[in-house]
């Protein structure tokens, strides 16, 4: 049987390797039970270390973009009680997705581009000329229908919370075998930040709204690649 040595303050000690490694993790685990234990986080990682998590699109269509293979097309679309407080919304998430995707290696269809032929056609339509357009092969749709950074009865405090649905949609112009259409679609809920509100003294709105936006748009992002477990936002 294999043995480990091991050096503690009282003298040295031989363990079987097996009865180290199930102590180990018997101390991770209770540890891990114990709200803001990083001992239990850093015993989890140096025991299993950090896991990668498949992509929700790619383990549902078996679709990897991130080989840049496939391009994709991004919309952002909001109600317009959203849209009268914050008008630019729909510019700002399918852009702020795009570069995320783009650092990832997805071929994503310019957003510029694509916000220019929205101010021309004025919707969106059934997205079959959007992707005439530009030959994408995949179409993904961010429905927002909730956002918001006011917290009820606090005027002095700020915490962002987002609802929606993603829908990705394959066109005719995609170089895969099935039928065009709707192939995946989840819901999305995220609260910024996820443990108390911010007052306002501590940041201006315009900055809090840019970080509320840029941690969304990395949440709707990590739906299309493949990334450990330590980075998911939730």
């Known amino acids: 049987m294999e043995r480990v040595t091991v050096r503690l303050s009282s003298g040295i ?13 018997s101390a991770a685990m ?9 001992l239990g986080v850093m015993a989890g990682k140096l025991l299993m270390g950090d896991p990668k998590q498949k992509a929700a699109f790619r383990a549902a269509t078996g679709t990897d973009l991130t080989k840049g293979k ?19 919304l729909q510019v700002d998430m399918a852009d702020r997705i795009s570069r995320n995707l783009e650092t990832r290696g997805v071929k994503v269809v310019s957003s510029d581009q694509v ?10 339509g059934d997205f079959k000329e959007l992707a005439e357009a530009f030959e994408a092969d995949y179409i993904m749709n961010v429905q927002l ?7 009820p009865d606090s005027e002095n405090l700020m915490q962002g919370i987002a609802e929606g649905r993603i829908s990705v949609t394959q066109t005719s112009y995609s170089k895969k075998k099935s039928r065009p259409g709707a192939i995946f679609e989840r819901g999305f809920q995220l609260q910024f930040p996820t443990s108390y509100p ?6 201006s709105e315009q900055i809090f709204i840019e ?5 969304l748009a990395l949440h709707l992002s990590q739906f299309l690649y493949d990334h450990h477990l330590s980075e998911t936002v939730h």
């Open 70 to 88: 496939d391009s994709l097309l991004i919309i952002c679309s909001a109600p317009h009680g959203i849209l009268a407080q914050f008008p630019s």
């Open 198 to 203: 911010v007052p306002r003294e501590n940041r």
């Open 115 to 124: 916000a220019s032929w929205y101010d021309e056609h004025g919707e969106w």
């Open 13 to 25: 000690s031989i363990w079987p390797a097996g009865r180290l490694m199930l102590t180990l993790a």
């Open 145 to 151: 229908q909730k956002f918001t950074y006011r917290v």
């Open 211 to 215: 970080g509320f936006q840029d941690r």
């Open 30 to 38: 209770l540890c891990w039970a114990v709200t803001g234990c990083s």
